[in-house]
């Protein structure tokens, strides 16, 4: 009999799907990893049960916890079912521009959610950095993973999804691109693939509203970089330790309305139906692209999440065109 003993063993291993519409007129081979075949429909599992199992062996997890993290949704689910696979608790902490789907997903599962105003400051003590801390300090027995700061979310990748992109590509891959949250994702992968071969160039995608493009260009914190924006997942108002800026060459900032776009098509034309930051990922990476790329490049896009979590934005006209995005 083939079977896992329980679904989070299913994280990793995701397929590589090779883009044929959007990349009309663009050289080279371009192949979306899809990590919407996760368990839990995102890239985040592959980092959430590595935060818990590296806690566990370090001590600082102990049975019966209750694991409390600030989470746009994405790790929050990852982290719930490595919870119910161990036996833990969670609480998650979440700014309220996150749509209503990715709360309702994580209550689902079994977790709390704890609700922050989205337009404060990360030392506000409103914040969903500063509530979680907060909750941390309170609550017995409580583990804190701190996805930006925790280094394990780096080697989830560095481990996993690096060398399962080498070796599907068969050593072929020659650009790397996706966007950037916590950092994780692109700077464990990127740094497995510029070992193996130093030429490979790094993408970051990120937002209008975002620091880290400006920081990577100039070395300057600038908060006039800092404003509200709406794509879910990436772009950050602070420096995560898991951003290691020496592994991406460089950051390409993609508007909410392109992205919003690019996620659409994808559905429509590639039978990729996915979330928001996908669209910054395809769209951005495929600026690079049309600039750099030649026959023999292969280029690897990330795509974090699937479209469900979006159904209520992205997906539903009437809000697009509320929000200008379509006529
Ligand atoms: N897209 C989505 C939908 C996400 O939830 C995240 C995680 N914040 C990312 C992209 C970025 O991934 P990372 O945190 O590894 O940079």
Redo the contacts with the bound molecule.
Sequence with gaps: MQYYNHVTEAIGNTPLVKLNKVTEGIKGTILAKVEYFNPGN???DR?AIRMIEDAEKAGILKPGGTIIEGT????GMGLALAAQAKGYKCIFTMPDKQSKEKMDILRAVGAEVVVTPTNVTPDDPRSYYSVARQLNQDIPNSFYPN?YDNLS?TAA?YEGTGPEIWKQTDGKVTVFA?????????CGTGKYLKEQNPNLKVIGLDTYGSVFKKYKETGIFDENEIYSYAT???GEDILPK?VDFDVIDQFIKVTDKDAALMARRLSKEEGLFV????GSAVYGALEYARQHMTENDVMVIIL??HGTRYLGKIYNDEWMKNQGYLD
């Design positions: 995102s890239v985040k980092m746009s949704g994405n790790t996805q979310n990748h996706a966007g950037v949250g916590t950092g994780g994702t692109i879910e997942g990436i898991n979330g928001w930051s996908s974090p999440d």
